[in-house]
């Protein structure tokens, strides 16, 4: 079965870290570009950062850039999300799927074959 699996989130208080994991099992990630989106309750899906398949290129959105790293390591299949200095307002959940990272950070891919997400709650 072809499905990305988030994981790693939790209840972290305001400046704390977590790192998010991005599974991929049934195909191999190296030749997709990856992104993480957020989705906070009330809002609509954003996308957060985003990491091309082959030449390193990153991209992150400015509500999070300086504090989040994106990295991947194909070897493992996975896709990481280093967040550091949270936010209340990164409390939201957290998603990976395959994206462009073209100008940003957007996935055509349909909402049927969105994965669980991870939640992130950061509050004190």
């Known amino acids: 079965q072809v499905q990305l699996v988030e994981s790693g989130g939790g209840l972290v208080q305001p400046g704390g870290s977590l790192r998010l994991s991005c599974v991929a099992s049934g195909f191999t990630l190296d030749y997709y570009a990856i992104g993480w989106f957020r989705q906070a309750p009330g809002k609509e899906r954003e996308g957060v950062s985003c990491i091309s398949s082959s030449d390193g290129y990153t991209y992150y959105a400015d509500s999070v850039k300086g504090r989040f790293t994106i990295s991947r390591d194909n070897a493992k299949n996975t896709v990481y999300l280093q967040m550091n200095s949270l936010k209340p307002e990164d409390t939201a959940v957290y998603y990976c799927?395959?994206?462009?990272?073209?100008?940003?950070?957007?996935?055509?891919?349909?909402?049927?074959?969105w994965g669980q997400g991870t939640q992130v709650t950061v509050s004190s």
């Open positions: 799927q395959t994206a462009d990272c073209g100008g940003g950070v957007a996935s055509d891919i349909a909402d049927d074959y």
